[in-house]
């Protein structure tokens, strides 16, 4: 199969069945069988049905759901965690399947790590020892453990805390010492399981800038599950929205607001403030104004409003890179804020 | 009718055969095997006679402070220090020493055999499903086995003795720490677990790194109640030749010398309450982190 070089992670037809005759189930679930009948008349669980995605190298792909759509089951594909009933999953062009437990072990070690919801830290161990477990487990030495874990341990904000056991700490910081475990490793690709669900709305906020600050300059592939679509689309290059194990929609976040694939998708995205979300581009028109103030095309239309507001125009120049690239009405973006029935 | 009042019975005959058949299969195993067995189970007898002499022949005051420096190591705590010394010098005094010290040896040597075996058994059921399907019911005989009855081919296998004592206390008192080491290691936090999956630890370092220190709390109570039980099986045990606590208070038994085995009986309830605080104490020391903060 041809790789294509800007990928990471491809996805191919992916199924999970979960019962004790998973493989003998696959063909009714390829014919379509829905998840209710399965577990009706075949007494199995539908975890994954015909999942398809690139991840793109250096983007954050979030993958979102309600609880129960599979998305836990999906990311613990990716690294081997969970065994697939069917499928592929090739991550830079080497079949994950394929491998024996010694290369998944080296894959796990060096290539992907993993944040989880629950923090997932060993009580036993300092914080020092939590960020460096993955180092650890690689039989790198001491001191260039403490060493490059202290680098990690500062970066995420807890210089001070190195002698700490997990337990003493609140739920933001033990997340950050999750976050710097998994940073520990240098591995290209970042698996996040619901990392922030579990924190607080103001923490989770911190939590997310952290992570969009080190992103700016690591350029990780990171896979991102949340359940929370102001997360998805704050954090996300790429949305992926799976529904009973189905992926309903794969897109930029701009896409899946403006043209949400079905009424799922619809009925998910209605209580989203859209002045905050939607950008200039993906209203503008192509033909170029001869007057009004210029909009970057990445300005969100509150903020585009408030300019033109303020100007007393109804028309706007949107630049791109500072380069008239096209024009937006003051009654295209009302159209846009308007909710959709 | 007379079919359901009287029971349908194997003939007596065929009954006293079968009987026969077993006892004399297993005299001849006994009779093959008996001296294999000996020679296997010699270098334990060694260590156990050595180690009763060094306790009954060193200086007491030597003794007492040896146990004194471990209680603290132990416990870290002064008032178990303190009534572990009076407790053994009250025993001293009152004439038990030479019988307690060589009671505090077998129990010793009972438990390590224990937990050697014993952890390593735990740890092989909690990886498998099956091998604990196979152990859990042999765990539930041992336990609820009269001991009376699992003596009888100990003895004939391996004749009077210290072994064969030893044997016994290590049946009885083997099933608690394989119990809570498979319970202990079994109820780690699954997310824990496959975050050491995630980051790619192998089987030994995620058992070494992550269950065994995690089932800590769980495997140390259960070699507290290990040692619990062999003392339990003192008195028995010295039916078969094992010497210490048990002897007088069996004499005590056959000739109602009340105050003798009372006093010995009193010693071993001692003996269990030192042990106790001291394991527990070690227990909840090398967990610390689990209770401080929050």
Redesign the interface.
Known sequence: MGTNPGVKVQIRSLYKIFGPDAAAMTEHVEAGISKEDLLDKHAHVLGLRNINLDVAAHQVQVIMGLSGSGKSTLIRHI?R?IEPTAGEVIVDGEDILAMTPLE???????KA??V?????????RTVADNVA??L???GIDKAEREERGKRWIDRVGLTGYEGY?T??LSGGMRQRVGLA?ALA?DAEIL?MDEPFSALDPLIRTDMQDILLGLQTELHKTIIFITHDLDEALRIGNSIAILRDGEAVQVGTPQDIIMRPADGYVAEFIKDINRGRVIQVASIMDAEKADGGPKVDAETVLDDALQLMIGSGSDIATVTRNGEPAGSVRLESIATALAKPD | MEFLSEFPTMGNQELRDLKKAIDRGFREFSRAYGEALETFFEPILYFLVWFEKLLQNSPWPLVIAVIAVLAWLGARNWLVVGGTVASFLVIGYLGMWQDTMATLAIISVATLICIVVGIPVGIAMARSDRVQGLVTPLLDVMQTIPSFVYLIPVVMLLGIGKVPGLIAVCIYAIPPIVRLTNLGIRLVDREVLEAADAFGASYPQKLFGVQIPLALPNIFAGVNQTIMMSLAMVVIASMIGVQGLGVPVLRAISNQYLALGLMNGLAIVVLAIIFDRISQGFGKNIQKHRWDGH
């Open positions: 690294n965690l998944l072990r080296q894959f796990r070690r060096s790590s993993m989880f919801q629950g923090f997932a830290l060993l009580p036993h477990y993955g650890s487990v690689q056991y337990t003493h475990r490793t698996l």
